[in-house]
C-alpha cells in the first residue's frame, strides 16, 4: 500500500512521511488525518460490553527545516486518547478522552559529509518493527497490548518519546545511532534520575533484507525502577511478498522476580494483489507478567484510494490470557501528504 511507508523501518532522519509540500528552500510540510470506525465484541470477560468508536484519531502536521548544513523538525498533533488491552476499545482506536494539541516532537539535528550526525531536542525511539505513525505500519492496530504500559511499542512516539541527544553514522549499508536521553515519563526535571542510554544498528548489505535494532538502557539512578530494553528485527522483500519479523525482551527490576524478563515478538506479511491492493496477516505475542501473555491474530487487508488517500479495514483476534477475548473489527481511512 502506497501510504504505507516501509521505508520508515529503515529511515534515521525520524520523518513519518517520505513526501512533503515545499513552501521555500527552507521549509517543507508534511503530515497526515486518520480517522477510523472500530467495533469491540468482548467474550471473555462479563463486565465488558461490546463497544462501537467512530472518531477522527489523530491530525498531524510536520513543520521541516533545512538551512545550510543544519536541519530541523516540529512535529504538532491531535490525538484521542487511546486503549488496546482486548477489553475496551480496538488497540490503537480513539477513546473518549481527547488529548488536545501536542508538541509531539521537534529536534535540530547537522549533518557532515562523512555521514556523521548530531541531533538534539525531541524525538522518538529508533528500536521496533513498527514506526511512530499510522504511515509507518501496515495495520490499523498495533501488534501488543498496553497493559504493561506500552513497553513493547518500541517505535510508538504517542508511548514512547524522549529529550536528548543523538549522534549517528550512515553508510550505504548501515547506520549507527547512540541516544544520551531523558526517561520517557521525564522532561525536564530528572534531578532522580539519570539519563538513559540507547543504541541502534540497521544493516542493508545484504539484497531486498533490511535488519535492525538495538538496545536501551532506562537508568533510574539504582537498580529499583531500570529496565533494559533488546530489539531485533527484520524485513526481506521476496516478489510481492513484504515479510518481517521482530523479538523484544524487556527486563524490569522494580517488578517482582516472576514478572522481572518479558518478552514479546510478532510476525508480519504483507502480500501486493496488485499496485493498488494488499493483504497483511499478524501474529503477535507479548508476556504481561511472568505466566500470562497478550496474543493477537490479525488480518488486514488495505486497499490505496489515491497515493495519499488509503483504507484498511482490520480483523483481530485477541487473548489476554486473563479471560479478557475479544474479536476487534476496525475500518480506517488515512490521508497523507
Given at each position: 500500500?502506497?501510504?504505507?511507508?516501509?521505508?520508515?523501518?529503515?529511515?534515521?532522519?525520524?520523518?513519518?512521511?517520505?513526501?512533503?509540500?515545499?513552501?521555500?528552500?527552507n521549509?517543507?510540510?508534511?503530515?497526515?488525518?486518520?480517522?477510523?470506525?472500530?467495533?469491540?465484541?468482548?467474550?471473555?470477560?462479563?463486565?465488558?460490553?461490546?463497544?462501537?468508536?467512530?472518531?477522527?484519531?489523530?491530525?498531524e502536521?510536520?513543520?521541516?527545516?533545512?538551512?545550510?548544513?543544519?536541519?530541523?523538525?516540529?512535529?504538532v498533533?491531535?490525538?484521542?486518547?487511546?486503549?488496546?488491552?482486548?477489553?475496551?476499545?480496538?488497540?490503537?482506536?480513539?477513546s473518549?478522552?481527547?488529548?488536545?494539541?501536542?508538541?509531539?516532537?521537534?529536534?535540530?539535528?547537522?549533518t557532515?559529509?562523512?555521514?556523521?550526525?548530531?541531533?538534539?531536542?525531541k524525538?522518538?525511539?529508533?528500536?521496533?518493527?513498527?514506526?511512530?505513525?499510522?504511515g509507518?505500519?501496515?495495520?490499523?492496530?498495533?501488534?501488543?497490548g498496553?497493559?504493561t504500559?506500552?513497553?513493547?511499542?518500541?517505535?510508538?512516539?504517542?508511548?514512547?518519546?524522549?529529550?536528548?541527544?543523538?549522534?549517528?553514522?550512515?553508510?550505504?549499508?548501515?547506520?549507527?545511532?547512540?541516544?544520551l536521553?531523558?526517561?520517557?515519563?521525564?522532561?525536564?526535571?530528572?534531578e532522580?534520575?539519570?539519563?538513559?542510554l540507547?543504541?541502534?544498528?540497521?544493516?542493508?548489505?545484504?539484497?531486498?533484507?533490511?535488519i535492525?535494532?538495538g538496545y536501551?538502557?532506562e537508568?533510574?539512578?539504582?537498580?529499583?525502577?531500570?529496565?533494559?530494553?533488546?530489539?531485533?528485527?527484520f524485513?526481506?522483500?521476496?516478489?510481492?511478498?513484504l515479510?518481517?519479523?521482530?523479538?523484544?525482551?524487556?527486563?524490569n527490576?522494580?517488578k517482582?522476580?516472576?514478572?522481572?524478563?518479558?518478552?514479546?515478538?510478532?510476525?508480519?506479511?504483507?502480500?501486493?494483489?496488485?499496485?493498488?491492493?494488499?493483504?497483511?496477516?499478524?501474529?503477535?505475542?507479548?508476556?504481561v507478567?511472568?505466566?500470562?501473555?497478550?496474543?493477537?491474530v490479525?488480518?488486514?487487508?488495505?486497499?490505496?484510494?489515491?497515493d495519499?488517500?488509503?483504507?484498511?479495514?482490520?480483523?483481530?483476534?485477541?487473548?489476554?490470557?486473563?479471560?479478557?477475548?475479544?474479536?476487534?473489527?476496525?475500518?480506517?481511512?488515512?490521508?497523507?501528504?
Amino acid at each position: 500500500m502506497k501510504n504505507k511507508i516501509i521505508a520508515t523501518l529503515v529511515a534515521l532522519g525520524l520523518v513519518g512521511s517520505a513526501s512533503a509540500l515545499d513552501i521555500n528552500e527552507n521549509l517543507s510540510i508534511n503530515g497526515f488525518i486518520d480517522t477510523s470506525y472500530t467495533h469491540t465484541e468482548n467474550s471473555g470477560t462479563p463486565t465488558a460490553d461490546d463497544r462501537q468508536e467512530l472518531g477522527l484519531d489523530e491530525i498531524e502536521l510536520n513543520f521541516l527545516f533545512n538551512v545550510g548544513g543544519a536541519s530541523g523538525a516540529i512535529h504538532v498533533d491531535r490525538t484521542d486518547g487511546r486503549e488496546s488491552d482486548g477489553v475496551a476499545p480496538i488497540a490503537g482506536g480513539a477513546s473518549d478522552v481527547d488529548e488536545g494539541i501536542n508538541l509531539e516532537q521537534a529536534f535540530i539535528g547537522y549533518t557532515l559529509e562523512n555521514g556523521v550526525s548530531l541531533t538534539i531536542g525531541k524525538y522518538g525511539s529508533q528500536l521496533g518493527l513498527e514506526r511512530e505513525d499510522p504511515g509507518g505500519l501496515y495495520t490499523f492496530s498495533r501488534a501488543y497490548g498496553e497493559a504493561t504500559g506500552g513497553q513493547f511499542n518500541l517505535g510508538d512516539v504517542d508511548e514512547n518519546v524522549y529529550e536528548g541527544v543523538r549522534l549517528g553514522y550512515s553508510s550505504d549499508v548501515f547506520g549507527l545511532g547512540i541516544s544520551l536521553q531523558n526517561d520517557a515519563s521525564q522532561r525536564e526535571d530528572i534531578e532522580d534520575n539519570e539519563l538513559d542510554l540507547e543504541f541502534s544498528l540497521t544493516y542493508t548489505g545484504i539484497e531486498n533484507l533490511t535488519i535492525g535494532g538495538g538496545y536501551r538502557f532506562e537508568n533510574a539512578g539504582g537498580s529499583v525502577g531500570e529496565s533494559d530494553v533488546l530489539n531485533v528485527h527484520f524485513t526481506t522483500v521476496m516478489g510481492k511478498f513484504l515479510i518481517g519479523a521482530e523479538y523484544i525482551e524487556i527486563e524490569n527490576a522494580l517488578k517482582t522476580a516472576a514478572d522481572q524478563d518479558l518478552d514479546g515478538w510478532q510476525v508480519l506479511a504483507d502480500y501486493d494483489v496488485s499496485e493498488k491492493l494488499g493483504v497483511a496477516l499478524r501474529i503477535s505475542s507479548n508476556e504481561v507478567t511472568g505466566s500470562n501473555d497478550y496474543e493477537k491474530v490479525t488480518l488486514a487487508p488495505n486497499y490505496s484510494l489515491t497515493d495519499s488517500l488509503g483504507v484498511i479495514l482490520e480483523y483481530s483476534d485477541v487473548d489476554t490470557g486473563s479471560g479478557g477475548d475479544a474479536n476487534e473489527l476496525a475500518l480506517e481511512l488515512t490521508f497523507t501528504f
